[in-house]
């Protein structure tokens, strides 16, 4: 039942009053939020800082550092902050007296909204509750209080029939470790506990208390993982948007690109399509002229042979021209037959499927399936004079010998430098940054290659292959390929200053691209390979840098 208003009291006043509380409540909710450990949750109990500025309990504060002790490394719980050895805790004076009042000023009672049972003109909150009168006392009415052993004092409660046995009426003051329950002094000597091993509220609590700071040390670490875990992935999400934009643009050229040639593609099928019958109909038209020339001549012998003048006869100046029977005759039926046999749809699939690879090969230039190969130049390959980087990825010309040892490995004759990986088998390829030189030739060779002589030049010989830049008087600078001395003018500067070399060792394929915007195919060669293949560099002055697989844009 309600308490009866005080009859003095007004509705203003009581108002008034509920308000204050109310506000005070607010403010005192927001301070001890700000006086919590985050560890155990609790108000500080003689808080300690790190250098970080984090406050924590000594006690919790100890207990993480004695879980981290031996992993490496020291972190703070809450901004997990490493530190490389284990760190001072400073005490804050300051904060454990703000706590002190706190607690002084602003009971636990108080959060518990437990108010005095006697104090029936305004709430005062209790500050202890009489499990045996059943009643919440404030301060003035505790002083007052009978304090006889019956009169069991508590921590303020709103539930005191939950801390009174259900059979017996009495008050719960022992915990039974068997059957996990708390039990009264009847439950210990006549009730269904009699010989379980009981314990005090006190002990029992403690140990439960001890086991939860376990799960929640355990909790704490599995949060500071989780957290790393995030983090992880948000760093991992801004690399993945960085890279979005680029990846964007490159699919966006890519599609432009595919829509281009595949309208090319379609144009030469229908092209291939429509000239079947078109070779048939030259070839007709051919015929028919043949045999009208055949007619010609059969009524000119004729003629001839109806002649009775022997003199006429023997004078015809042009009788070999027409005993001439062989004239094309062969050419004419292999035609014949070629176009009597032709499969049609084979031709048309044939430039169908070309067409296609083409286009699947480009978008592996565009998105390769797989990352660009590791390529380290091997110094022990290299000329005197050129000088190779400490990571092995920039070969430079210089205009004094280096200080090599004579290796039967090295290049005698020209600027040149072979990598230590060799392929076998498989799909490859790798990038050159070419921007430091005008006069270099990149390519692949076999491990036979001669190392001296006019021959030991990458593309001057059957074991390499090279994509070639020089400075040419009509074009200014060209692009060339060269194999066994066969050297093909590409009529095409460059664009860009990085190269791709693309090898495909079972399908026989070393193919050049230049890297610019829309990739450019160069060159392909096609042949079986009878070795593995080293990447190969030719240099005359500059430098050339290798480079990773991602191509910025």
């Not at 004079?385 to 290049?411: A, M, W, Y």
């Amino acid at each position: 039942m309600s308490p009866l208003p005080h009859p003095h009291s007004s509705p203003v006043s009581e108002t008034f009053s509920f308000v204050s509380l109310l506000l005070s409540a607010m403010a005192s909710a927001d301070l001890r939020a700000e006086l919590k450990c985050s560890i155990c949750l609790n108000i500080y109990t003689d808080p300690v800082t790190l250098r970080c500025g984090h406050n924590f309990c000594r006690v919790c504060m100890d207990c993480v550092l004695d879980t981290q002790e031996g992993s490496g490394g020291y972190s703070c719980p809450e901004c997990r902050e490493k530190f490389p050895d284990r760190p001072a805790l400073q005490r804050n004076m300051k904060l454990r007296n703000i706590a002190e009042t706190f607690l002084s000023a602003q009971p636990e009672s108080e959060e518990s909204g437990v108010f005095c049972t006697h104090c029936v003109d305004s709430p005062v909150p209790a500050v202890k509750s009489c499990l045996h009168c059943e009643v919440s006392l404030c301060d003035k009415h505790l002083r007052v209080h009978k304090k006889s052993p019956e009169h069991i004092l508590s921590d303020p409660t709103l539930s005191l029939e939950s801390r009174k046995c259900s059979v017996h009426k009495k008050i719960l003051e022992y915990y039974c470790t068997e059957d996990e329950t708390c039990i009264c002094i009847s439950c210990c000597m006549i009730g269904e506990h009699t010989g379980h091993k009981m314990k005090s509220l006190d002990e029992a609590s403690e140990k439960k208390k001890e086991t939860l700071r376990n799960v929640l040390q355990k909790h704490l670490t599995k949060r500071e993982e989780t957290e790393e875990r995030v983090q992880s992935l948000q760093e991992h999400r801004r690399k993945v948007e960085e890279e979005a934009a680029g990846d964007t643009k490159r699919v966006t050229v890519l599609f432009r690109d595919l829509r281009r040639r595949l309208k090319d593609l379609e144009k030469r099928v229908l092209r291939e399509i429509s000239g079947r019958a078109e070779r048939i109909s030259i070839s007709i038209r051919d015929l028919e002229i043949k045999k009208e020339e055949l007619s010609r001549k059969m009524r000119h012998i004729e003629e001839l042979c109806n002649m009775t003048d022997p003199l006429t006869v023997l004078q015809e100046s042009d009788t070999g021209d027409l005993c001439d029977t062989e004239d094309g005759d062969n050419e004419d039926r292999e035609r014949h037959e070629e176009l009597l046999h032709d499969g049609g749809g084979l031709g048309v699939a044939g430039v169908l499927h070309t067409g296609l690879s083409d286009i699947i090969t480009e978008v592996n230039i565009y998105f390769p399936i797989q990352g660009a190969a590791d390529i380290l130049l091997d110094g022990n390959t290299a000329h005197k004079i050129l000088q190779i980087s400490d990571d092995r990825k920039t070969v430079s010309g210089s205009r004094r010998k280096q200080n090599h040892p004579e290796k039967p490995e090295r290049f005698r004759e020209y600027y040149q430098v072979m990598s230590s990986q060799s392929f076998s088998s498989g799909r490859h390829y790798w990038e050159v940054d070419v921007g430091g030189s005008d006069k270099w030739r990149v390519g692949m060779c076999y491990p036979s290659i001669v190392r001296g002589g006019g021959e030991s030049l990458i593309g001057l010989n059957k074991k390499s292959w090279g994509l070639d830049m020089d400075v040419n008087i009509d074009y200014d600078n060209e692009y060339s390929v060269i194999h066994d001395s066969n050297k093909i003018l590409l009529f095409t500067n460059p664009s860009s200053n990085r190269v791709r070399i693309d090898l495909d060792y079972e399908a026989g394929r070393i193919s050049f691209y230049d890297l610019c915007y829309p990739i450019r195919h160069l060159h392909t060669f096609t042949t079986t390979f009878t070795e593995p293949l080293h990447a190969g560099i030719w240099i005359r002055e500059g430098c050339i840098k290798i480079c990773g697989g991602r191509r910025e844009m």
